[in-house]
């Protein structure tokens, strides 16, 4: 069974910056794509980011510049550093991870992954 706990969130003035850790269960976490989506009240989840298993990274256009994901394998984590951030950025940030391993390619769509978190609230004000 795979688990992801996501961290890192909280309260931040408009223009700062916080880092999202999202640590996995499992031996193979190096085989897999992880993604980053949100949900603010009363909206769909959107994509936000995504890493593949050989580290391409692919971005949403509202965070482009701005927002950079990566990993650690040996620590099975991966983490969305956020920069010069919005009061529109506020949302429940969720890791994710499909159930097929490798490929190289931009999976956006929430109903493609498997596997969720809990999520981390991130709130910025103005």
């Known amino acids: 069974q795979v688990q992801l706990v996501e961290s890192g969130g909280g309260l931040v003035q408009a223009g700062g910056s916080l880092r999202l850790s999202c640590a996995a269960s499992?031996?193979?976490?190096?085989?897999?794509?992880m993604a980053w989506f949100r949900q603010a009240p009363g909206k769909e989840r959107d994509f936000v980011a995504s890493?593949?298993?050989?580290?391409?990274?692919y971005y949403a256009d509202f965070v482009k510049g701005r927002f950079t994901i990566s990993r650690d394998n040996a620590k099975n984590t991966v983490f969305l550093q956020m920069n010069s951030l919005k009061p529109e950025d506020t949302a429940v940030y969720y890791c994710?991870?499909?159930?097929?391993?490798?490929?190289?390619?931009?999976?956006?769509?929430?109903?493609?992954?498997?596997?969720w978190g809990q999520g981390t609230q991130v709130t910025v004000s103005s």
């Open positions: 994710a991870r499909r159930a097929i391993a490798y490929g190289d390619y931009l999976v956006s769509e929430s109903s493609r992954y498997n596997y």
């Open positions: 499992g031996r193979t976490f190096s085989n897999y794509a």
């Open positions: 890493i593949t298993w050989s580290g391409r990274t």
